[in-house]
């Protein structure tokens, strides 16, 4: 079934992070995994525009402190938008669940707290396969954050400023 009903606005991000400052928080634990993911962050942070000397990188012991770091971030005004990298592997925890429940928590938490965009590039995953898999050249959980992160900044910049695409 078609309509003919046209919405009058349509706003949505581009990807252009020129004179963007973005922060990575990195989770230390499963490094082996998140130096992958940091690896994919940075690609997409040159492809996308954004200057090296605008990137701050800040390393935590692991997913549950990432929240923290990317609050102190924004609070302090370090960036405009934080990429949370971690990675959580069910078959290495008993405290999966609460790792990774409360590490998903407090990034929601603290993007709507502070109206800056907080993404949520932790891998959540039953085993090292799948984690090296979604950290990969061909799929890189770190890269699509960014991504995520530079069109969150132009989006909410839009919608201060009452565009419409
Ligand atoms: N932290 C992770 O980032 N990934 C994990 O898989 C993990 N496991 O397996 O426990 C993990 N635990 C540490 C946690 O993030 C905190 O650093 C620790 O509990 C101290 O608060």
Same mark, same amino acid.
């Given at each position: 079934?078609?309509?003919?009903?046209?919405?009058?606005?349509?706003?949505?991000?581009?990807?252009?992070?020129?004179?963007?400052?973005?922060? &990575?928080?990195?989770?230390?634990?499963?490094?082996?995994?998140?130096?992958?993911?940091?690896?994919?962050?940075?690609?997409? &942070?040159?492809?996308?525009?954004?200057?090296?000397?605008?990137?701050?990188?800040?390393?935590?012991?692991?997913?549950?402190?990432?929240?923290?770091?990317?609050?102190?971030?924004?609070?302090?005004?370090?960036?405009?938008?934080?990429?949370?990298?971690?990675?959580?592997?069910?078959?290495?925890?008993?405290?999966?669940?609460?790792?990774?429940?409360?590490?998903?928590?407090?990034?929601?938490?603290?993007?709507?707290?502070?109206?800056?965009?907080?993404?949520?590039?932790?891998?959540?995953?039953?085993?090292?396969?799948?984690?090296?898999?979604?950290?990969?050249?061909?799929?890189?959980?770190?890269?699509?954050?960014?991504?995520?992160?530079?069109?969150?900044?132009?989006?909410?910049?839009?919608?201060?400023?009452?565009?419409?695409?």
């Amino acid at each position: 079934m078609s309509s003919n009903f046209k919405a009058a606005n349509s706003v949505s991000g581009d990807v252009d992070g020129t004179g963007m400052r973005i922060a &990575l928080v990195c989770g230390r634990f499963n490094d082996h995994i998140t130096n992958r993911l940091l690896e994919g962050a940075e690609n997409a &942070l040159a492809v996308h525009g954004v200057a090296e000397a605008d990137v701050t990188i800040v390393w935590v012991p692991g997913a549950y402190e990432v929240p923290m770091a990317a609050l102190a971030l924004i609070e302090n005004g370090h960036a405009d938008a934080v990429v949370c990298l971690g990675a959580v592997i069910r078959g290495e925890t008993s405290h999966y669940d609460f790792v990774a429940g409360e590490c998903a928590r407090g990034i929601q938490d603290v993007q709507l707290t502070t109206g800056s965009p907080v993404i949520f590039g932790v891998l959540t995953t039953e085993n090292l396969e799948q984690a090296l898999a979604r950290s990969s050249d061909e799929d890189n959980k770190g890269e699509e954050s960014v991504r995520t992160a530079i069109e969150m900044v132009n989006l909410l910049r839009r919608l201060e400023n009452d565009e419409q695409a």
